[in-house]
C-alpha cells in the first residue's frame, strides 16, 4: 500500500474527519508574509482572505480560526476592539463570499494589539483582571458584529466568559480556551504576531501542567459561564486532560495542536532526524483518540489531503 492511502486509513479508523478539523489563518496588515518559527506557514495579507479561504474550502475544511495580526499596538490594544479592525473587515469579507458554509472562529485577545504582549491589560506592573475582561467582551461583541459564528477567548482572565456572554447575548457561540497551560510552545505563535516578545511568561493566569485539577476546574466554571466549547491546550502533553475533560463534561471539546508542536516537528523533519508525515498524522490521531471532537492545527490542510469529503 502507499503511504498515502496507508495514512488515509490509519486516520479513518482513529475517527478522524474533516468536520473535525480547524484550519487557523493568521491575517495581517504588515508585509511580512512568513512566520520565521513555522516553517511552511503563511500570513495572509488581509487583502487575499477570500483566495485563502477558498482554498481551505476546496480543500474540504469548513471551520477556521482567524488570529489577527494588526498593523501596529498601542497602550490599550484599541485595534483589537475597532469595528474596521483586521479581524472584523476580514470577517466581514469571509461572510459575506462564503456565508453560512464557513463555520468562522475568531481568537479574543490583547495581546496581539497591545504594547506588553500580555494578554490582558498591565496597570501597574500587573494584569488588571476586571479592567481586562471588559475591553475582551468588547472584541467578542465587535467580532460577532461582523459576523463571527463562534467567539474564543484565550486570555484566560477570570471571568471572560461571563462577561463576553453578558455583552453577547446569544449572538455567537463562545469557545474558550478553558484550560490553556503556560507553555514555550506558543513562542513561534508570538513570533507570528510579535516579532520582539518572544518570551513572555504568562504563568500568573495560564495554567501550569503541575495541577490537572485546576484545568478540570477552569473547564468547569467556563461552561457554568455559558461557554459552548471548552478546550485544552496544547495537545500532546496534555492527552490525559483530554480525556478527562470527554469524561466529566458534555459539551464539545476542542484541541489546540499549537504552533511549538508544529515547530518540532517540522524541524526534526527536515533534519531527517524524525519521519515527519508520520508524526503529524499519529500526532494528530492521539488527539482524536484521546477525545477531541474539534482539533485546531497548522498541520490541518495537509492531514485533510488524506480524508475523504
Ligand atoms: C492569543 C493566543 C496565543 C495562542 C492562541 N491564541 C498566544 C499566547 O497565548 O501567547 C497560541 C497558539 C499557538 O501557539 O499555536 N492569546
Ligand atoms: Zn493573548
Redesign the pocket.
Known amino acids: 500500500m502507499q503511504a498515502k492511502d496507508r495514512y488515509a486509513k490509519l486516520l479513518f479508523d482513529s475517527g478522524l474527519r474533516k468536520e473535525h478539523l480547524v484550519c487557523?489563518l493568521f491575517v495581517s496588515e504588515r508585509k511580512q508574509k512568513t512566520v520565521s518559527a513555522m516553517p511552511g506557514m503563511n500570513v495572509t495579507p488581509a487583502t487575499r482572505v477570500v483566495e485563502q479561504v477558498s482554498s481551505i474550502r476546496q480543500a474540504g475544511l469548513s471551520s477556521i480560526i482567524i488570529?489577527g495580526i494588526p498593523k501596529d499596538r498601542n497602550k490599550n490594544g484599541s485595534e483589537a476592539y475597532d469595528r474596521n479592525g483586521v479581524v472584523q473587515r476580514a470577517v466581514r469579507e469571509i461572510k459575506g463570499s462564503f456565508g453560512k458554509s464557513i463555520n468562522l472562529i475568531t481568537?479574543v485577545?490583547l495581546?496581539?494589539y497591545n504594547l506588553t504582549g500580555h494578554?490582558g491589560l498591565l496597570v501597574n506592573g500587573s494584569v488588571d483582571n476586571d479592567k481586562s475582561i471588559e475591553l475582551l467582551a468588547k472584541i467578542a461583541a465587535s467580532h460577532a458584529e461582523a459576523g463571527s459564528d463562534v467567539v474564543a477567548p484565550?486570555?484566560m482572565m477570570d471571568g471572560q466568559v461571563r462577561a463576553i456572554r453578558h455583552a453577547l447575548g446569544k449572538d455567537a457561540k463562545i469557545l474558550s480556551?478553558s484550560a490553556?497551560h503556560s507553555s514555550s510552545?506558543?513562542a513561534?505563535?508570538?513570533s507570528a504576531?510579535f516579532a520582539k516578545q518572544g518570551v513572555?511568561n504568562?504563568s500568573s493566569y495560564?495554567v501550569s501542567f503541575s495541577n490537572p485539577r485546576q484545568a478540570l476546574r477552569e473547564i468547569e466554571s467556563d461552561i457554568k459561564e455559558g461557554a459552548d466549547i471548552v478546550m485544552v491546550?496544547p495537545g500532546l502533553a496534555y492527552l490525559d486532560l483530554i480525556r478527562a475533560a470527554k469524561d466529566n463534561f458534555s459539551v464539545p471539546l476542542a484541541v489546540?495542536n499549537?504552533?511549538?508542536e508544529?515547530t518540532m516537528i517540522k524541524a526534526a523533519g527536515k533534519r531527517g532526524w524524525i519521519d515527519e508525515e508520520q508524526w503529524k498524522v499519529l500526532s494528530i490521531a492521539s488527539m482524536k483518540r484521546a477525545g477531541a471532537d474539534l482539533i485546531i492545527s497548522?498541520f490541518a490542510l495537509d492531514v485533510a489531503g488524506y480524508l475523504a469529503e
Open positions: 487557523p488570529f481568537d485577545c495581546c496581539q494578554c484565550s486570555a480556551y490553556k510552545l506558543y513561534p505563535f508570538r504576531a513572555i504568562k495560564q491546550k489546540q499549537v504552533s511549538g508544529y497548522y
